[in-house]
């Protein structure tokens, strides 16, 4: 937790992006998620938004703000006997409260009350119990409280949802220090797994290591841990196959410190800890790709240019390996790349891995006036703004072979004759590599986030991975 | 998973256990549960019950059980390119459906039509979003559709709820080798701890490395780990205290295998290697509690007698030290125990850790004609019935020292002049104490689970702990 004048500074500016509205805003904290009954519950996690603005790490929090008075109110219980002895003794919500600069409590249950006859600001739920309480609350339907998945925020407040963006988008300094402190932790634990990787060992062993370090200094991963020799799957969370020479390994994994800011990195390694000449052919391309992101972050450049730009270079070498046939320009207007990297080059992160999602992808990505491509991989893409000096993002091109994919292309036209088919059947058991960084976007351009970079060029990988084995 | 032929089995003897009821019976499994927006969840998990009679271990699955003429149908959805984009190719419901013997499929969204003008058995959910699932599919209120705490199981099935029940509570020789395997992978979590306990050292550090191991093999904790010198508040999840020389570490922790079976050990360790004198004398006690509620277990015997015989022997105990006084019948009536254990003395174990306890505390723990009791400790007692053989228990005594429940008693009277207070004083920096073993009741009496017992009595513990730091 910060300083209190922090979160006072930040409530502040909150109010006064939201100008001439009228009522009330509702902040939600969340609940435990019970993992099978009520008494085994996941690691508990509270709110993103909840800790921007209000930073208490318990459970069954919530407050109000209102938009006309600026009184703030927390609702919460404090602990009777029983919970003492089962969780042990909690700080007064009245002392809490007073941790974060809030003047005013009272019981959860009071909230319904407070409510009544006023306009509600409210965010979109994404966990389900705050779908159901807010539906209680409001009088809705638990699915017109979540963010309508790309599009909008349903019938949750579009200025409170813009205003909090607005706020989010731009880390502060003590928030890129504690991004800067997990992305050392996910150094850490990618410098663990990468030297677990040998031929006959199974993948949940590195996975369980890996996932070892964070626990031990953080809260845990940032996300569910990708780790897998099918690349080409990109949430592939199954990890029970033997590690197989002459495979590409893709470890795409993130820790979350203890104060919840995330990381997120990715590389791909060849098992035997060489590449052959046709997987380093492929791995050099989106490590060009990483580079040429990298150098083009900075103040006022639309992300989305990033992206094409991307996609052009990809497909110009990939042209090279005779993978792709005809015109540059046409091939990334009719999206070609996509049937390569069917994903975004970047997203926003923070507090969450994929920072404010559930406030509803295309506010958080899209400034006004950019409409969202319906095209594979471009139409993926969550981050699409002009930068500006203190978002963070990731910069995480990709190359996939997707045996599925191409079919369908191949049968559906798709690729308007670009394709080589006959020469990608040679790729269908290649898998995928996706190298990725984090990057804050600084004043003069851009910063890669944590002390050191992870491994990246072709020959640094296999001199770390020659370094690993001795 | 097991061979078809086993769910085939359990669904048959379900159906027979169901005798005369009409309708259907209704199994949703889980769907994945957001930690922070949709698409970033926490480890998926599915429900136990259905595990126990579909076994496919994947989200958004459904099945009906017609109870009149046995019709079985498996409701969910095919993958289609996205998904498999995504999340790699699947195979189909229907071969899913084969591979558990079940005839019929139909898609997630037909379950409503076919649930229409039939009377539906279900079993309660937990989970937020079985709980809204149930409540629309059935027309009832969230509230409706979950245990009704200890009590009972609201508008689910009793019927249903008792035949599962029934079922479960004894362990096939396959749950059992599967058991033994999570306690193997316990025993090992366990060691790795033992050996990270040196002052100086964070208690997350040693959380991590133990959790590591059970990912590194097994699905990961079977509960939230509980790591702590203050043993006397039991669900304490904070581990931010670096490791102080002559207090009590209390680990509390088990495994989930890959195939979702349980361990759950406690050990109890002076933070310095070696006890005082004041240590030695309660963690003595409390391991002759241990070893003899062990000695009492066999078939026929209700744990609430071992429980109780539990209690005396500690009240004995404490008497020797001037912590008590007064006739020992009278004081174990009076649950004078409950203020130094305010707990049960053990709980079913199987699929959930605390087995089945999304089934309502009390159809599972305590036959017909048992009562539960309103008093502390003895009130907690999960598991209450006359043992059968593949009943499957944990055997964890303990004594605490808790200052704010020791005041209240004070306080209140609730003692009737038994606890000698002035002389408890001393113990108010004590923390606490619990050693716990899984057990499964045999024919001929008991078996201790796992293939290796913990260290456990106190000059044992004392050696292995010389033996790590070695």
Not at 65 to 85: K, M, P, Q, R
Not at 160 to 177: D, N
């Amino acid at each position: 937790m910060f300083e209190k004048e922090v979160y006072i500074a930040r409530r502040k500016a909150l109010l006064e992006r939201l100008g001439e509205q009228k009522g009330i805003a509702l902040f939600l904290g969340n609940v435990d998620a019970p993992a099978q009954y009520k008494d085994n519950c996941y690691k508990w996690r509270q709110d993103s938004n909840w800790l921007y603005f209000f930073g208490i790490d318990e459970p069954r929090f919530a407050a109000t703000v209102d938009l006309e008075t600026g009184e703030e109110t927390i609702y919460a219980d404090d602990f009777g006997i029983d919970d003492i002895i089962w969780m042990g003794p909690m700080p007064s919500v009245r002392s809490l409260a007073e941790r974060v600069g809030v003047a005013h409590t009272a019981p959860y249950d009071a909230l319904a009350a407070a409510l009544k006859g006023r306009p509600v600001h409210f965010l979109p739920a994404s966990r389900y119990y705050n779908r159901m309480k807010l539906g209680s609350l409001l009088g809705l339907d638990p699915s017109e409280v979540t963010s309508a998945g790309k599009a909008g925020c349903a019938k949750a407040s579009e200025p409170l949802v813009r205003a909090v963006i607005s706020l989010r988008l731009v880390k502060e300094p003590r928030e890129i220090a504690q991004i800067d402190a997990a992305c050392a932790l996910g150094y850490e634990m990618h410098t663990v797994a990468r030297r677990g990787i040998r031929p006959g060992r199974i993948e949940q062993e590195i996975v369980g290591e890996m996932e070892g370090v964070t626990l031990a200094k953080g809260w845990g991963t940032s996300f569910p841990t990708i780790l897998t020799q099918h690349g080409e799957i990109f949430h592939c969370h199954s990890h029970e196959l033997p590690v197989e020479p002459g495979k590409l390994m893709v470890i795409d994994a993130g820790a979350e410190g203890n104060d919840h800011y995330a990381s997120d990195f990715t590389r791909t390694y060849p098992t035997s800890g060489r590449f052959t000449q046709k997987q380093r052919d492929i791995y050099q391309t989106v490590y060009e790709c990483n580079e040429l992101a990298f150098s083009m972050i900075r103040p006022g450049t639309p992300y989305r240019d990033v992206h094409l730009a991307v996609a052009a270079h990809m497909l110009d070498n990939l042209r090279q390996l005779d993978l792709v046939r005809g015109n540059l320009d046409d091939m990334v207007a009719d999206g070609i790349a996509g049937l390569f990297m069917p994903h975004g080059l970047g997203h926003n992160m923070g507090l969450d891995v994929h920072d404010m999602e559930d406030l509803g992808e295309n506010l958080v990505g899209y400034d006004d006036g950019q409409t969202r491509s319906p095209q594979l991989g471009l139409g993926s893409l969550r981050m699409a703004r002009a930068l500006a000096p203190g978002n963070v993002i990731t910069d995480e091109p990709g190359i996939y072979f997707i045996p599925a994919l191409i079919e369908q292309w191949k049968r559906e036209g798709t690729d308007k004759g670009r394709v080589n088919y006959g020469k990608l059947t040679e790729y269908y058991d290649f898998g995928g590599i996706r190298l990725e960084d984090d990057v804050l976007v600084t004043e003069g351009g851009a910063r890669r986030l944590g002390p050191k970079r992870l491994p990246i060029a072709p020959d640094e990988v296999e001199t770390a991975m020659e370094n690993d084995r001795k």
